[in-house]
């Protein structure tokens, strides 16, 4: 999957079946803030827990500041 926002550009890609992901790989880049590769493993992770994770921290009201530019990375 590829992501494109204000923040910049990104790529998502994952090993396993669509329902029991073995492992994915996040890649994001911006011209002022760098790039940023995350890797995730696990053994048959559901991906709509990934989903809900993503959305539980764009509406949160944690401080991004405290995680730098990945903080706002994830506020979207």
Same mark, same amino acid.
């Given at each position: 999957?590829?992501?494109? $926002?204000?923040?910049?550009?990104?790529?998502?890609?994952?090993?396993?079946?669509? %329902?029991?992901? %073995?492992?994915?790989?996040?890649?994001? $880049? $911006? %011209?002022?803030?760098?790039?940023?590769?995350?890797?995730?493993?696990?053994?048959?992770?559901?991906?709509?827990?990934?989903?809900?994770?993503?959305?539980?921290?764009?509406? $949160?009201?944690?401080?991004?500041?405290?995680?730098?530019?990945?903080?706002?990375?994830?506020?979207?």
């Amino acid at each position: 999957m590829k992501l494109n $926002s204000k923040y910049g550009k990104g790529v998502i890609k994952y090993l396993g079946e669509e %329902d029991a992901i %073995d492992e994915v790989i996040i890649y994001g $880049s $911006s %011209d002022d803030k760098g790039f940023a590769l995350i890797r995730v493993l696990g053994d048959d992770m559901n991906p709509a827990h990934l989903i809900q994770l993503v959305k539980v921290l764009q509406t $949160s009201d944690y401080n991004a500041e405290n995680l730098g530019d990945i903080g706002e990375f994830l506020k979207g």
